[in-house]
């Protein structure tokens, strides 16, 4: 696992992006818990960089997608593709996240690339 920040930075109902191994992710926390996304939305691959939650919502400030924190579904129908969640810890006072290899991005656009008939 790869450090990520310090267990304090993350308040509650809000997170932080940063770029780990090649990879942007997102770690936010609701509910007293820590919860990790490849901060990419599968959209159309902008960057989350919104990191204040919308109630139980991470926000995409490109189109206004919102996915479920917990789970990391889309509730808009604009991304037909979850968020790419990630594990994440906290301990000894900071954050660890499990960050995939920078080939992910690829992964993605791939999983939302339309299908041929
Ligand atoms: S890129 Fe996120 S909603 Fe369009």
């Known amino acids: 696992m790869a450090r990520f920040t310090k267990d304090a930075v993350i308040k509650e109902g809000s997170g932080r992006v940063k770029v780990v191994n090649g990879v942007p992710v997102i770690v936010v926390r609701y509910n007293g818990r820590l919860y990790a996304y490849v901060a990419v939305c599968p959209h159309a691959y902008c960057v989350l960089f919104d990191v204040n939650l919308r109630g139980s919502m991470i926000h995409c400030a490109c ?21 790419m969640k990630l594990s994440v810890e906290a301990r000894g006072g900071e954050v ?22």
């Open 63 to 83: 189109h206004g997608e919102l996915f479920n924190v917990e789970t990391g579904e889309p509730t808009k129908g604009l991304a037909k593709e979850p968020l």
């Open 96 to 117: 660890f996240v499990e960050v995939p290899g920078s080939d992910v991005l690829e992964r993605i656009v791939d999983l939302t690339r339309p299908k041929s008939p």
